[in-house]
């Protein structure tokens, strides 16, 4: 059993840090961005650059949200700005760049799998028995603090104020004097940079490649989707999940794992369509 608790707690502090930069675009700009995935990626790829010209390995968390943010600028300035309002067109652009961004990195990496050394290293922790890796630990505790980080920040700052402010009723925020171009730009700048993250803190748990982030985002949009706009809805969501997957792939197959992730929102939302929020609201 304790060993079944690790395995949930570190694949929902994965399922957490994948998803918390695709919640902070949807719930302030209301856009859905398919390109997440690839942002993922690139944050990825920042690992393998870092490991290939020889640097700290512990540069990679730094470099890859600040290209991921970079990017994200790009994106919003150049492609998202230009289809506010228009969602199914949103859509369908972030899908392209998705599509663009996956062939770049295919054009200068190649198709091949790469792979990152741990940041963390050393012997596995023993706790009654079972044998923790360090690098485990680190993913819980990276993905508390940037929990706890985004929570405090959006409460207890100017910026937080700003975008509740703009979620609650952009309209009113506007005529109040606050920049809501600026806003939108910052917010997708940094979910980009969350996303990218993300991709640096999980690729050296797995391999590297242009497609990586594909199936991530799937499962950020499930996690999102059971959440609804809500932070700690969003971990408790990710426990949620990642307990199903966990479980089933242990005692059934690794294929209805991946299947339950998919089908536990789609009967969630047909009874509650507001996600967790709605129930925890309704209590």
Known sequence: MLEHALNIVTTASIFFLVSAGLLFVLSVMGVVNLAHGAFLTVGGYSGVVISQIGLNPWLSLLFAPLIGFMVGLVTELLLVRRLYNRPLDTILATWGLSIVLVQ???THFGRSA?????????MPYEVWGLYISPYKI???AIAVSVGLALYLALRFTDAGVVARAVVLNPELARLLGINTRVVNLITFGFGSALAAFAGSVIV???????????PWVIT??????VAGFSLPALGISALLLAAAQVLATYYVAPVIGSVLVIAIPIVLLRFAPDGIVGIMKSR
């Open 114 to 122: 790469h792979f990152v050394d741990e940041i963390m290293t050393g």
């Open 138 to 140: 680190f993913v819980v």
């Open 104 to 106: 770049l990195l295919s």
């Open 220 to 225: 950020a949009f499930m996690v999102v989707l």
């Open 204 to 214: 050296p748990m797995s391999s590297v490649d242009p497609n990586m982030g594909t």
